[in-house]
C-alpha cells in the first residue's frame, strides 16, 4: 500500500531552499542537447513534492528506451506524516545516449516490488551544429 501521493515531479537547472525550506526552482525544462564536445558537464535536477501517510522510502529509477537502467543513489526515507519536497541531483554525463529516458518516483515497499508514484518522460538530443 502506497504511503505517498505526488503534488509535484519536475525538472529544473537549478534549485535553492530558504531557512524555511520552501525550495524554489529556476528553469523548468523536459529535455537537453549534449554538445558534440562533452568537455561540460552540467548539474540538473529533478525536484520532487509528496504528501506521506507514514513511514516511507522514495527512489528514482532513470531507464533509456532501449531499458538501460542508470544507477545512482537518489533515495530519501521518512518518517512523518504531511507534505515533504526534495530534490536530487543529476549530471548530463549520465545521459550518453540521444533518445527518451523514463523517469520514475518510486516509492520502496517492504516484501514487494517499487510502486511506481509518477513518471516522465525526458528527452536527450544530440547537438546537430
Not at 537502467?69 to 536530487?88: A, C, L, T, Y
Request: net charge negative; hydrophobic share 45%.
Amino acid at each position: 500500500m502506497t504511503k505517498a501521493k505526488v503534488l509535484a515531479f519536475l525538472l529544473c537547472e537549478s534549485a535553492t531552499k530558504d531557512r524555511d525550506d520552501k525550495v524554489t526552482l529556476h528553469r523548468l525544462f523536459d529535455r537537453i542537447i549534449i554538445p558534440k564536445a562533452r568537455q561540460n558537464d552540467r548539474l540538473f535536477f529533478v525536484y520532487y513534492k509528496i504528501v506521506v501517510a507514514g513511514d516511507c522510502t522514495v527512489s528514482l529509477r532513470v531507464t533509456h528506451a532501449s531499458g538501460q537502467e542508470i544507477s545512482g543513489n537518489w533515495r530519501d526515507s521518512f518518517s512523518h506524516v504531511g507534505p515533504v519536497q526534495s530534490i536530487w541531483a543529476l549530471f548530463s554525463g549520465l545521459f550518453e545516449q540521444p533518445g527518451y529516458y523514463l523517469l520514475e518516483l518510486m516509492q520502496d515497499l517492504v516484501d514487494s516490488e517499487p510502486v511506481v508514484l509518477a513518471n516522465m518522460l525526458f528527452v536527450v538530443d544530440q547537438e546537430t551544429t
